[in-house]
């Protein structure tokens, strides 16, 4: 175990330190017997603490801390949860306190799991007699609640993860540590898969020494349970120190029993918790870890660059009374950070961030290299580069709101990293405009990614808005265009810029703004001039939007500013309980530049920093603090709790739908470089003209109409294809949607249905057949059927000139190669020989039969929702592929099999992915199901939008109950994952529901189903064939089997009614591509489904697809 980071050791003891410090915890899996056993023998303070907690946990639980940790021996385990969880807490806790007691104080501090509620006793958010008697409880609760779990360290790339199937079946991704350190966990019955998986991939990994699997599905049972306790605990206060989460990746400001409840499920981001307290700190700081392993020590060992220490406090292997005086040696007491000038003395500092007309193209080229880890986050935010972006200008983008924002955020933040590695932290912030996100990131308001999110979505409100205009007003003060505003009648021009005494901007609607220059230039304006914008920011026109800003900040929580940071609206430091309020009233009032300079002054600042591009606001400071004037009087502020004055109320004017969200981008090539490709050439050409569509992209069907004829119109329209879903409907509903879509679509507009093998197969043949319906989807065929082969051999014919004509097109949904090769054969001859001897196709239908396949198209469905045979792209696709080729090659086909992809299709990305593997086209379904069009419930669509890229599993099917075949399904707040399995697993261990422990079948009855078991089989004879009944009667095992699949269907029309009752119940069937689809359009125009529309998701999807393929193809050939 290392003692200290390898990079700041040299012979003897280290010299004294002035790096600002951060004071890490761990959590579970890091403690071990005898921890801290040297401190409790000599250090007081330690020892104190020590006891207080021995006499607390004997009391709440009759526990024995001290002989437990120093009187057992140290090989006996030490995985008793209600033991290892006080334990680590008290450890943590008391070594705190004695670093405390010897003078030193964090400046930061950074809590991984159990380490977080170390971290909120150690900032005075609880007390800490309060939480150890929580984790005591939350110990007994898991104990007492879930199956044995295991929590695996795994040495390699947390994308492993999702690349072996078995991993992401039987484990949850649930700490990311380093990029070649990550933790799985789950179930102790799983793990032996996740092993040998792991085994079998060649990768390395240990167990943890924990006997529940935290952070993952194995606590979910505890979760509510948990939050009720957490409501009883007592208020909690905001951090007095700083504080970290690696449940969130940021700070952390008053909270309540949410966040507590949070840090027990949500996955430990050790890494960008650390990245971003790197950011927060700006330079080198000293890193010290008070977890009893320094685990936490060793990862941030693998993450930071030279110039940082890391020091381990505690290690089982090491002398903690000499790892506790290295930390003595290495962090004394220090300065604040401060300037000096040549005399000597502080002057106080100030940096100043700008905001939009600053941006230019070139700027940050000298920041993106030096940061490249925050180049790599804020690009997962965006979905394009901001590199490219800010270097490139590509179509002038840079001109357009809605880029300028979220480029100028981030290139701001880069400079205040290096200036404070320069010259330290300043006194105070401020920021114009935009400007004032850059300050509030760099006060620690908000985490780098955070504020990124935020000023997206403020850029494309703001460039939504188009009735409007801005004008510079120079020469004249602030109480002389008050005053021709007011006499001139102009009582639709707003102050929006106090830029400086006599440089104001106003306004207002455009036929106003262009008809005040008249006015103004009359009345002594020297010069006036429109500005290049479409909106008239910062007044009452962006009144609407500033409300829908309003909405969207809710869903975030700021800490208080570390510096303080001047308010645009007020012209003084932001108040910790008013942050959000001001962000909104930014929007609608005046950013007071000129006063809040004037304040800074009046402070004692001297030394003024613009921080960012351009010279804009030194040109303004010039104006505003004139060489050797005094400074003017400190402004009066605005209450913050009135709503900022506007001179006289006016109707507000709506601004436009906000736009789909900016694709992803390339740079610009070189001259060299060749043609780009365009979203209409992806894919095949022929698939694109045998369907009549514009681009290679097909809509999957979704059962019970959730794909509906909506969703395929509004394909259809935008030159796709869609199917619609039949399962589960009665052949009414799906005739009615053929019409629907026939009434509703014109000829050249192509729609699908799918067909299932099943019961309703031959009617809803006969029903495609009546209608004239041309194209289907043939699903969850394991051969060639009557009914399938009929569809497909009644489309042939000749034409007078001898060309075939399949008029009848399949495309076959398949993720096996023998299912493949079903389709891409001819329909057998005997097959054919039955249909023709019943009269079902002609001669000639049957005589055409050999020369074509079954399938003119192929679709390889990947690991996908619903069923799901967990298939891998990479591995799949081509194999079908190279099938095809074969095929052509054995039965002499005249025409081209297309091989398409489907699943885990979300995001620009994946579908480059697939066309890069040879897709002729993609397909997408879980994403779909999740906009405007889908005919999922809204309290459905609700919970979609909130899916990450973990929150899914894999649950019996219902219609394949006793096969055990799997689907994909929602996870997230919902209990059908875990109970599904578990009817699954009493299926396979019991013979009959008489046979199920009499506590099991009342939790079923009760918990599970709502009803008794016979009112469940009285309800399966009204569905089930009578013959089907009658065996069940004498079957106990299937009657079984019938009562359990009862609930998958109860679930499902739960979810589609939409039934908040049985929300926790919901069958959703979705896989991981809409949780990756949520976080690339997190914070701009389609993060909310009621934004989202399949046409739009489809074109975004394209256009960024070619941006990744232009980009990647340009960088292979060096051309850019």
Known sequence: MKLMDARTLDQGAPAASPLPSVWMFSGQGSQYRGMGRQLFQHEPVFR??????????????????????????????????????????????????????????????????????????????????????????????????????????????????????????????????????????????????????????????????????????????VAAAWSELLAGAPPSSAPAIPWVSCATGGLVGAMGGGFFANVAQAPIQFAEALAFTRGLLGGAACWIDLGPSGTLANFAGKLLAAGHTVLPAMSQFGNERALLERILQSVPPRAAASTSNQTGTTTMKAYLFPGQGAQSTGMGAELFDRYPDYVARADRVLGYSVRALCLDNPDNRLGRTDYTQPALYVVNALAYLAAVEQGGEPQYLAGHSLGEYSALFAAGVLSFETGLQIVMRRGALMAASRDGAMAAVIGLEEAAVRQIILQAGLANIDIANLNAPTQIVISGPVADIVDAQAVFEKNGCFTYVRLPVSGAFHSRLMAEASQEFARFLDQFTFAAPRIPVLSNVTAQPHRPENIRAMMVEQMVGSVRWTDSIRYLAAQGVADFVEVGPGKVLAQLLKKILPAGAAPAPIPVPIPVSAPVPVSVPAPVIAPAPLPAPPAPYAPAGAAAAPAAIGIDALGCPEFRADYGLRYAYVGGAMVHGIASTALVAALARGGMLGYFGTGGLPLERIEEAILTLQRTLTPQQPYGMNLLHGALEEKTVDLYLAHGVCNIEAAAFMQITPALARFRLRGLRRQPDGTLVRGHRVLAKVSRPEVAAAFLAPVPAALVAELLRQGKISEEQAALAQRVPVADDICVESDSGGHTDMGVMTTLLPTIQLQRDQAARQFGYAKKIRIGAAGGIGTPPAAAAAFMLGADFILTGSINQCSVESGASDMVKDLLQELNVQDTDYAPAGDMFEMGAKVQVMRRGLFFPARANKLYELYKYYDSLDDLPAKVRQQLEDKYFGRSFESIFDECRRYYPAADIALAEQQPKQKMAYVFRWYFGHATRAALRGDAEQKVNFQVQCGPALGAFNQWVKGGAMEHWRQRHVDQMALAILRGACDVLNTRYRALLGAG
């Open 48 to 221: 104190g603490w020590l006891e207080r907690f021995d006499a607390l946990a004997r009391q709440d639980a009759g526990i024995a801390l001290i002989d437990e940790l120093y009187q057992v021996a140290p090989q006996q385990a030490f995985e008793r949860l209600a033991l290892t969880h006080p334990a680590i807490f008290a450890v943590e806790y008391a070594l705190a306190q004695t670093l405390f007691a010897k003078g030193l104080r964090p400046d930061l501090l950074l809590g991984a799991s159990l380490g977080d509620f170390t971290a909120a006793a150690v900032a005075g958010v609880l007390p800490a007699d309060a939480v150890i008697g929580l984790l005591g409880r939350h110990a007994r609760l898991v104990e007492a609640r879930c199956e044995p779990g295991f929590m695996l360290a795994v040495f390699g790339p947390a994308s492993l993860h999702q690349e072996l199937p078995a991993l992401r079946r039987y484990s949850d991704l649930v700490g990311v540590n380093y990029d070649a350190h990550f933790v799985v966990a789950g179930h102790a019955r799983e793990l032996p898969h996740v092993e040998q998986a792991l085994r079998a991939a060649g990768v390395q990994a240990f167990r943890l020494p924990v006997g529940f699997g935290f952070h993952s599905r194995n606590v979910a049972p």
